[in-house]
């Protein structure tokens, strides 16, 4: 089974950029769908956007959309997440996760990192 780190969270001003990183190891990241999850001190966790195994497609939570980017660095076997236009809202738990079967269009994954800090000060 595949295990999961994320890193590249921290703190950073409202309007900044950040870009996190999913590394994987115990199996290639490219047989696995990847998806970014997020959640904030007294809400649940919020699907925030996905990736294909194939990097075909791409989906994003109109919350992201056109601030927030996914793509995949195969031969690092590594998924990045790259914010920009950051807000105070975007402050969270950021979690990779990937799923090999067709749970992850339902945003059900089955493994899981630990989580990286992203705070955004306004």
């Known amino acids: 089974q595949v295990q999961l780190v994320e890193s590249g969270g921290g703190l950073v001003q409202a309007g900044g950029s950040l870009r996190l990183s999913c590394a994987a190891s115990?199996?290639?990241?490219?047989?696995?769908?990847i998806g970014w999850f997020r959640q904030a001190p007294g809400k649940e966790r919020e699907f925030v956007l996905a990736?294909?195994?194939?990097?075909?497609?791409?989906y994003y939570a109109d919350s992201v959309k056109g601030r927030f980017t996914i793509s995949r660095a195969n031969t690092k076997n590594t998924v990045y997440l790259q914010m920009n236009s950051l807000k105070p809202e975007d402050t969270a738990v950021y979690y990779c996760?990937?799923?090999?079967?067709?749970?992850?269009?339902?945003?059900?994954?089955?493994?899981w990192g630990q989580g990286t800090q992203v705070t955004v000060s306004s």
């Open positions: 996760a990937a799923e090999t079967s067709n749970k992850w269009y339902r945003h059900e994954y089955t493994y």
């Open positions: 115990g199996r290639t990241v490219s047989d696995y769908n």
């Open positions: 990736i294909s195994r194939s990097g075909g497609s791409t």
